[in-house]
């Protein structure tokens, strides 16, 4: 008896377990992504993917209060399936948002991408981008 209760537990235990660990994968996952729009001084759009729940309510706020505030985080030298016009996209685990920024970090949408060559050197070093006339101005869909 004692044989079965072991078994009926360790059972009951893995199937909980499974379940758990199955329900924990898509929680973070890309799915709970939001996506907005960044407009610069230039006119050019580039589009952000922002993941943590936090920081996409404090985007929402931005974009509804039309605050002026610097989108501030790492690019990645590489085309997004979500901003398909650009070569660099950013790193969506390293966005946020600030007041002001230095201006090491400053360019605009089209510069950065015709000097992506440069990026993490003397431009933009450490690949932080933050482009002061950049102002986000709408969430939009999922691609």
């Not at 952000?48 to 990645?76: C, D, F, M, S």
């Not at 431009?123 to 950049?134: E, H, I, N």
Request: one cysteine or more; charged letters at 20%.
């Amino acid at each position: 008896m004692r044989r079965i209760t072991s078994r009926i537990c360790t059972l009951a235990a893995s199937t909980l377990l499974a379940l758990t660990v199955g329900q924990a994968g898509p929680a973070g996952a890309a799915t709970d992504a939001a996506y907005f729009n960044l407009r610069d001084v230039t006119g050019h759009n580039f589009v952000i993917e922002i993941t943590r729940p936090a920081l996409i309510q404090e985007a929402r706020e931005i974009v509804k209060h039309e605050e002026r505030k610097i989108v501030i985080g790492r690019i990645i030298k590489t085309q997004a399936r979500y901003n398909p016009q650009w070569d660099f996209h950013y790193n969506p685990d390293t966005v946020s948002f600030a007041d002001a920024a230095i201006e090491v970090c400053d360019s605009t949408i089209p510069y950065v991408e015709d000097h992506l060559d440069e990026a993490g050197g003397p431009f933009l070093p450490g690949l932080y981008w933050c482009p002061w006339t950049g102002r986000l101005t709408a969430e939009v869909s999922a691609p």
